[in-house]
């Protein structure tokens, strides 16, 4: 295969593989969301859809609500801006997955001679793209809201304008130490980087050298995705169902579908950024080297799998918190997000940049 | 005059009142089965008890007259305690079959237990004398035995008003039970007024049997449409469905009764009713609207009067019409049209039977209203119909379902002789299956007006409900009619019609609605 | 006069470590967490009820669809008394009586049908019946189904329940 053809190729096996990963988990976490749901409130949840008898604990529930979305009569209600009605929720689910393009599921590997990054983009501006895709989601929410022509909506799209526009500010800010710790913006170099050992026993993570950044990112990210404790745009015993409350049939359906990458897409950047991508603790190219000098060898077949399947499974972890934090946590009062975003998170993380600028100038004196 | 002290206070009365009716006029009630104002008075049935001052014992009301400075009680725990006791007696042996009896409802057991008993019952079910039920006695009632608390009401109808004593008392004490003699069913024509008069459920209509409750009923005043006489009925219906006639009360006129045929009269305002105005075109009807019938109606009238003469148009009156309408219609002919062909005819169809009580020959309402409004009837009538027959008539506006006694046939072919008929009618009839035009009418239930009886009493109906269907106020249509014919009358409803009437007719001049009031007022003569 | 106080037990105030939350989060997440697994491993802590398969003993005087009683011959044992339409609130009872095929009987309902769409269960159809011929003790709601026609229960569909 001559080298052009087997790049265009590479890279669109890349994408399909990945999307198909995420659209996948959408799928899985959907049931994951309910089912998770009614066992933590001690119900049953989900468990009628079936396949000729086959009721599989609710799994094909997932299938029947898209063939509903599917189905249903798909209308434009009277006051809508009918252009901008239709495009919300595009705007909405698009940037939603753009996000999954930069983050590497696991090490370069050797096909054929060629090296392949298991990445869709590696782009050295990394983490400012991130930032620039998920900083477009609000016009997804804004647009569905204003263009809806009905109050509820409206003031959805308000809220989630200024919940985003707040906490996206925060979620920059939170991110500065990495760049500072890794030197780099790249994501590919961020993971590199975790790859070493922090005072020769703890893994290097973003999570051990960056705490509170860590947590300021989680929080701020909960609040970007509109989940709950933060889940205000949508509130539905004030707001009906917020911005989405006039759409219906596969529109709505993708504006769910836009929440839920938002949640796969947010676990995997945080899974790459703060617990080492698709690093393995302890395991190098050649196989696992505990402190202490211990070391295993493995082959390096079983190293790819074992760092594929290490970021597969931090991803899978942090999409269940997600789900785990919402039947777990009740919804904020809008003052209280918006005092936790300007008076709490803001501080901190402003406090964050300047205590790891401090720490790094006195180790590196 | 006596003076009479009830339950402290006094009333006048005249001499030979007895103290119910006495108590009456002071608006006491006191209970009573067996005394009825149209009857003669027996005593049996003991309801009626008051304490008299001076007498030892109750005395019965409904027999005992007043006499000066009597000083009678209704309300003392003695007369509380007879009276409980008679109704109690009375229930012994009673079936309580409220459920599934008509006079549930109005019945005279139920409304004084309700009263006066609210008594637990001392008798064993299995004690009870049964009576036979559903009796088939003839004519319009059906008789439970069981039910009868032998008031004798019955009895005393049969024998002093039709005269036929059919009814009787049978067997003793417990046993003893109301019932026709072997073979000989009721025959008059008056049975009617049994279910009216048994205070109970032990006789009750035929006709109305299971049809409905009575609660669920309303009524309003209306005049019988059977016969001449015009008795004052009360018309009960429920939506737009009228259930029974029964009589009200006019001294003048039929008393309490009514006869068996008016009392089914009501009939005819339920079923093959005309609903909706059509046209017939060549043999087929065809559903026409009010809008553009009544403009057509009145431009074939007119045209035919202006381009034939008014000599080949006829108007035929209808004695089931009221005064108000057969005013207009007669203004309508005369003033509008300018013919001459204006008649009605009494006639029908069968025999023509009459009695010396209430029923009369002539079957219609108001023949004597048409006549007093200057329509001719008999001769007139015949001639206008060989006119017809010959051919010369070219249109003809008809009031009313038949045209006298013409059998559908005859009718059919006569009317085959006039291009241009139009019916204002409230039935399917001979006329509406051979009219070129049919405009629906509202029935006597659904509009109001004045009939004139037999001897001259001009008598108000009421308006009871809405007219079914798209049928109209027959006022109103020939308010239109005229309009169109450049009338330029201006009457809403028939009591301004009635008004221009009393000014312009002779024999009602002075009266007016108010003055004719609930019973009717005799024309001046 | 004086005006009087209520003193209100205020929640006590938060700890530092509290208000932080960041502990009490963690806390929170394990008790979901302990009530999920639990859920998962013994199914009985769940409370659902499996609902056309299992259903909720009813009270005994849960008023639920209506059924007609019927005599020992299995003739209706209604007498078209029109009680129970009559006190019927919503107006929903539809009687139309006839002369009986049973001279015992003489009265019987040739038409009883209840609009269950419009039926409010209240009950009072049972209160007014003088021959307990009408009963809401099928301990059953009104099952939803297609077209309003089903749901006027006819004479017929009322005697079987
Ligand atoms: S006569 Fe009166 S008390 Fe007797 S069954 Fe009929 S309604 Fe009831
Ligand atoms: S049948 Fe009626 S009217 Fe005749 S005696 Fe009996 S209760 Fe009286
Ligand atoms: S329960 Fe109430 S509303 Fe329903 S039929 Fe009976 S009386 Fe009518
Ligand atoms: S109240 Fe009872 S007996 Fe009377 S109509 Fe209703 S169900 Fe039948
Ligand atoms: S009314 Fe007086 S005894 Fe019957």
Redesign the pocket.
């Not at chain 2, 009573?32 to 005394?35: A, D, V």
């Not at chain 2, 019965?60 to 027999?63: K, Q």
């Given at each position: 295969m001559t080298g052009p053809l087997f790049d265009i190729a590479v890279t669109v096996a890349r994408i399909a593989v990945f999307f198909a990963f995420c659209f996948g988990l959408v799928v899985v976490m959907t049931w994951v969301e309910r089912k998770g749901a009614a066992y933590i409130q001690d119900r049953r949840g989900p468990n009628r859809a079936d396949i000729f008898g086959i009721r599989a604990w609710g799994l094909f529930h997932p299938l029947a609500d898209a063939l509903k979305f599917l189905f249903k009569e798909d209308f434009i209600p009277d006051n809508a801006h009918r252009l901008f009605y239709q495009m919300a929720p595009m705007f909405s689910l698009a940037p939603a997955i753009l996000g999954i393009a930069i983050i590497p599921f696991g090490p370069d590997v050797t096909v054929m001679g060629r090296t392949i990054a298991l990445q869709i983009a590696d782009l050295n501006v990394g983490i400012l793209y991130l930032f620039a895709v998920s900083g477009m989601t609000v016009y997804g929410v804004v647009l569905a809201g204003w263009a809806s022509g009905s109050k509820y909506p409206l003031l959805g799209g308000l809220r989630s304008s200024a919940q985003m526009l707040s906490y996206e500010v925060s979620m920059g800010l939170s991110l500065i130490g990495i760049f500072m710790v890794f030197e780099s913006v790249r994501m590919s170099q961020i993971v590199a980087g975790q790859g070493g050992l922090l005072f020769g026993v703890l893994p290097k993570w973003g999570v051990f050298v960056q705490p509170l950044g860590f947590i300021l990112f989680l929080v701020a990210q909960y609040a970007e995705a509109n989940r709950t404790p933060f889940d205000l745009p949508e509130g539905e015993s004030e707001l009906v169902a917020g911005y989405h409350t006039e759409y219906a049939s596969f529109k709505f359906s993708m504006f769910m579908m836009a929440e839920y990458l938002h949640m796969v897409v947010g676990a995997a950047v945080v899974a790459t950024l703060f617990f080492g991508g698709w690093q393995f603790p302890y395991l190098g190219d050649a196989g696992f080297l505990f402190p202490g000098g211990f070391a295993v060898a493995v082959p390096p077949a079983l190293v790819l799998l074992l760092r594929i399947g290490s970021f597969v499974a931090k991803v899978l972890f942090f999409a269940w918190l997600y789900v785990w934090v919402r039947w777990t946590i009740p919804r904020f009062r809008y003052d209280q997000v918006m005092r936790l975003g300007w008076k709490v998170m803001l501080p901190l993380s402003l406090l964050n940049i300047f205590a790891t600028g401090l720490i790094l100038l006195l180790l590196n004196r | 005059m006596p003076t009479l002290t009830l339950n402290g206070m006094t009333v006048d009365v005249p001499p030979g009142t007895s103290i119910?009716d006495a108590a009456k006029q002071v608006g006491v009630e006191i209970p009573?089965?067996?005394?009825h104002p149209k009857l003669s008075v027996?005593?049996?049935?003991?309801?009626?008890l008051v304490e008299i001052e001076k007498f030892p014992k109750l005395q019965?009301?409904?027999?005992t007259v007043v006499n000066d400075g009597m000083v009678v009680r209704t309300d003392t725990e003695k007369v509380r305690k007879a009276v409980t006791g008679v109704l109690e007696l009375m229930l012994i042996h009673h079936p309580i079959d409220c459920p599934i009896c008509d006079q549930a409802g109005e019945c005279g057991l139920q409304d004084y237990y309700m009263k006066f008993g609210l008594h637990k019952s001392r008798y064993a079910l299995e004690d009870k004398v049964h009576k036979k039920k559903v009796q088939d006695i003839g004519g319009q009632v059906v008789l439970d035995a069981e039910r009868c608390i032998l008031?004798s009401r019955c009895v005393r109808f049969l024998a002093e008003v039709t005269g036929t004593r059919e009814l009787d008392f049978f067997n003793r004490g417990d046993h003893s039970e109301i019932s026709i003699f072997p073979g000989k069913p009721l025959d008059n024509n008056y049975t009617g007024n049994l279910a009216d008069i048994c205070p109970v459920g032990a006789l009750t209509s035929k006709d109305f049997r299971f049809r409905c409750r009575v609660w669920l009923l309303k009524a309003f005043d209306s005049i019988c449409t059977g016969c001449s006489k015009g008795c004052n009925v009360d018309a009960h219906f429920k939506g737009d469905i009228l259930y029974r006639l029964k009589p009200r009360w006019n001294d003048a006129v039929n008393q309490a009764w009514m006869c068996d045929f008016g009392r089914l009269t009501y009939k005819e305002m339920n079923e093959a009713r005309l609903l909706t105005p059509f046209v017939r075109e060549e043999g087929a009807r065809k559903v026409a609207a009010w809008g553009s019938l009544l403009p057509d109606v009145a431009f074939r009238l007119k045209a035919t009067a202006d381009k034939s003469g008014a000599d080949r148009v006829a108007v035929i009156a209808s004695p089931q019409s009221s005064n108000e309408e057969l005013y207009l219609l007669r203004r309508l002919a005369t003033e509008l049209l300018g013919t001459k062909n204006l008649a009605f005819t009494h006639r029908v169809a069968g025999d023509g039977f009459a009695d010396d009580f209430l029923i009369q020959a002539d079957k219609n309402p108001n023949s004597r209203g048409a006549q007093l409004l200057g329509i001719p009837d008999g001769a007139v009538f015949d001639a206008l119909v060989s006119k017809i027959s010959a051919g010369g008539i070219d249109a003809l506006l008809v009031f009313g379902n038949v045209l006298g006694a013409l059998s559908e046939e005859e009718t059919a072919a006569l009317l085959a002789n006039v291009p241009f008929v139009a019916q204002v009618g409230t039935n399917e009839g001979p006329v509406s299956k051979a009219a070129t035009a049919v405009l629906p009418s509202a029935s006597v239930a659904e509009r109001g007006g004045t009939f004139t009886s037999h001897v001259g009493r001009v008598q108000r109906f009421r308006f009871g409900f809405p007219a079914r269907g798209k049928a109209k106020n027959p006022v109103e249509i020939l308010v239109s009619l005229g309009n169109r014919l450049g009338a330029g009358w201006s009457f809403a409803g028939e009591a301004s019609v009635f008004r221009a009437l009393a000014e312009s007719e002779a024999p009602f001049a002075g009266m007016s609605y108010d003055s004719i009031g609930m019973l009717g007022q005799e024309i001046k003569t | 006069m004086t005006i009087g106080v209520i003193k209100v037990a205020r929640p006590r105030e938060m700890s530092f470590p509290e208000s932080l939350y960041l502990l009490e989060i963690v806390k929170g997440l394990g008790v979901t967490m302990g009530h999920l697994l639990s859920n998962i491993v013994r199914q009985e802590g769940i409370k659902t009820i499996e609902y056309p398969e299992v259903r909720r003993p009813m009270p005994p005087r849960f008023r639920g669809k209506h059924r007609l009683m019927k005599r020992e011959n299995g003739a209706p044992r209604c007498v078209a008394c029109y009680c129970c339409s009559t006190a019927c609130p919503a107006k929903c009872i539809t009687i139309v009586a006839g002369e009986s095929p049973d001279p015992a009987v003489e009265k019987y309902p040739v038409r009883f049908d209840i609009d269950m769409l419009r039926c409010v269960f209240c009950g009072m159809c049972v209160e007014a019946c003088p021959c307990d011929a009408i009963r809401m003790d099928t301990g059953w709601f009104t099952p939803p189904d297609d077209t309003r026609e089903k749901l006027i229960f006819t004479i017929d569909t009322l005697l079987e329940k």
């Open positions: - | 119910l009573h089965y067996c005394y027996a005593g049996n049935c003991r309801m009626c019965t009301a409904c027999s008031c | -």
